[in-house]
C-alpha cells in the first residue's frame, strides 16, 4: 500500500487560499477599514497586524428566493379603511425587516463582521497604491537577476514539490491503461460463467476453466498499484532573467536647534513611514542617511532615529554632502536617485538662496524625484519661499507642509502615489 504524505507549504493552512479570495473580493471595504485604522495608531504601531471590521451589509451575497408570481388577490379579515382600487402610502423606515441596531428592544440585530488582519496584509493593503514616481530603467545591473517562473511539471524532484492533482491523474490513466485489458477480459468470462451454468453442472470442466481464469483476473486486476513512482509528477520552475534598475533613496533630516522635540519627532515619523514603504515595496534599493545642523554627515540608520546630536542651522551643507556622495558612488547613468528631505524651514537667509541655486543647477538634473516637507504650523520660512521657484525649472520637485502629526499620513501619500501612465 502506498501512502501519500502532502508536503505542500500550505499543508497546516487549507484555508489560505479562501482567504486570499475573501480579502480580494471585499478589497474596497478592507482598504476602507485600514484607512480608518490609521488614524488611531501612532507611527511605531504602523508595521502591526490589525483587528478590522466590516458591516455585514457589505458581505452579503445576493440569493435567489421564491415568490408568488402574476397577478393576484388577497383578502385580508379585519379591514375597515380600504376598498378595492386603493393606494396605500409607503411604509415609514423602521418598520421593515431589516438588520437594525436593535437598541435595547427584544429585536435581534447582527454585529459587523470581524477579523484580524496579518502584518503582511496590513502593509500590502496601506502601500498599494504608493510607488516611487519616475522609477525608469536608465541602466541594467551588470549581474544579470532572475526570478523563478512555472514551467509544466518534471519527473523527479522533492517531495514538496509534489503536484498531487497531476500525480494522481497520471495514476488513473496509468491504471485504466493497464487493466482494460484484463476488465474487458473478466466481463466476458463472467458472462460466459453465466451462460454455461444454465446448460451444463458444475463440474464441467469448461465452468472450471472460467473460475480459474475469473480468479487470476481479479487478482491481476487488484496487483495494479493505486499510485506508482512512474506517476509522479513535481511542479518545474525555472529562472528567467528579469530586467532589474537600481534605486537610491537620500533622506536628509534637519536636526538644529530651532527643530523642537515636536518637530522633530513628526520628523521622525514621515521617515520611518518612508524607509518603512521604501524596504516594504522595493527588494533592491538602497537608502542612504544624512543629518544636518551646521554640518552635515552620513549617519546608520540607527544614528539617524536615536540620535540627540543638535546645533545651529545651515542646510547647504546637507545639499553639498548629497551632491558629494551621488557624484562618488550613485553615478546618474547607473541609478534611479530619489530624495527626501525634511526641514522646520529655518535658515540663513544666505544660505536659503545658495540651496535654491545648488538644487536648480547641480542636485536637480541628477535626481528623479526630490521630495521637500517643511514641518511648521506657522508661517512658511525663508527656505520654502526659496525652493517655491524650482518647480519652475524641474516639474520633478515636490513640496508639502505638514502642521501637525495627523498631517503625516495625507502628505506621504500626495507625495508618493501613483502617476496616471
Avoid at 551621488?326 to 529655518?346: F, L, M, P
Wanted: aromatic share 8%; proline share 4%; charged share 30%.
Amino acid at each position: 500500500m502506498v501512502h501519500l504524505i502532502d508536503r505542500r507549504l500550505q499543508g497546516k493552512n487549507k484555508s489560505a487560499g479562501n482567504r486570499e479570495r475573501f480579502l480580494r473580493r471585499y478589497k474596497g471595504q478592507i482598504k476602507q477599514a485600514v484607512e480608518r485604522a490609521i488614524k488611531g495608531r501612532s507611527i511605531t504601531e504602523v508595521e502591526k497586524g490589525e483587528k478590522i471590521s466590516i458591516p455585514v451589509k457589505d458581505i452579503n451575497e445576493p440569493n435567489f428566493g421564491h415568490a408568488q408570481g402574476g397577478v393576484w388577490e388577497t383578502v385580508r379579515p379585519g379591514n375597515k379603511e380600504y376598498q378595492k382600487g386603493d393606494q396605500l402610502q409607503r411604509p415609514k423606515g423602521g418598520s421593515g425587516q431589516g438588520k437594525g441596531k436593535a437598541g435595547n428592544s427584544e429585536e435581534t440585530s447582527e454585529d459587523d463582521f470581524a477579523f484580524e488582519l496579518s502584518r503582511d496584509e496590513f502593509l500590502n493593503v496601506f502601500f498599494e497604491d504608493l510607488e516611487l514616481p519616475n522609477l525608469i530603467k536608465t541602466q541594467l545591473k551588470s549581474v544579470t537577476e532572475f526570478k523563478q517562473q512555472r514551467a509544466g511539471y518534471k519527473l523527479s524532484g522533492t517531495t514538496s514539490n509534489i503536484h498531487v492533482l497531476r500525480s494522481l491523474r497520471g495514476a488513473l490513466g496509468r491504471r485504466i491503461a493497464v487493466g482494460g485489458g484484463s476488465r474487458k477480459r473478466l466481463r466476458e468470462a463472467e458472462a460466459e460463467l453465466e451462460e454455461l451454468q444454465r446448460t451444463a453442472f458444475e463440474d464441467d470442466h469448461r465452468i472450471l476453466a472460467l473460475k480459474q481464469e475469473i480468479r487470476k483476473l481479479r487478482i491481476k486486476i487488484e496487483a495494479i498499484p493505486f499510485i506508482d513512482p512512474i506517476d509522479l509528477r513535481y511542479s518545474n520552475r525555472i529562472l528567467v532573467p528579469k530586467p532589474t534598475s537600481q534605486a537610491v533613496m537620500f533622506c536628509i533630516m534637519d536636526v538644529s536647534g530651532s527643530m523642537d522635540q515636536a518637530k522633530k519627532d513628526a520628523s521622525k515619523r514621515f521617515f520611518i513611514l518612508l524607509y518603512l514603504f521604501l524596504t516594504r515595496a522595493y527588494e533592491k534599493i538602497e537608502v542612504v542617511f544624512i543629518r544636518h545642523h551646521t554640518q552635515a554627515s552620513e549617519v546608520t540608520e540607527d544614528e539617524f532615529f536615536n540620535s540627540r546630536e543638535s546645533g545651529g542651522t545651515v542646510v547647504s551643507s546637507a545639499l553639498h554632502l548629497l551632491k558629494k556622495i551621488i557624484e562618488e558612488r550613485y553615478a546618474s547613468s547607473d541609478w534611479n536617485t530619489y530624495v527626501a528631505q525634511a526641514s522646520d524651514g529655518d535658515n540663513w537667509d544666505n544660505d536659503s538662496i545658495t540651496c535654491r541655486n545648488l538644487l536648480i543647477n547641480s542636485i536637480m538634473p541628477m535626481v528623479q524625484y526630490y521630495a521637500y516637507v517643511e514641518i511648521t504650523d506657522g508661517e512658511p520660512q525663508n527656505l520654502w519661499e526659496e525652493y517655491t521657484q524650482i518647480p519652475a525649472h524641474h516639474p520633478h520637485f515636490a513640496m508639502q507642509k505638514i502642521e501637525s502629526p495627523a498631517d503625516i499620513y495625507p502628505v506621504f501619500r500626495e507625495l508618493f502615489k501613483k502617476q496616471p501612465k
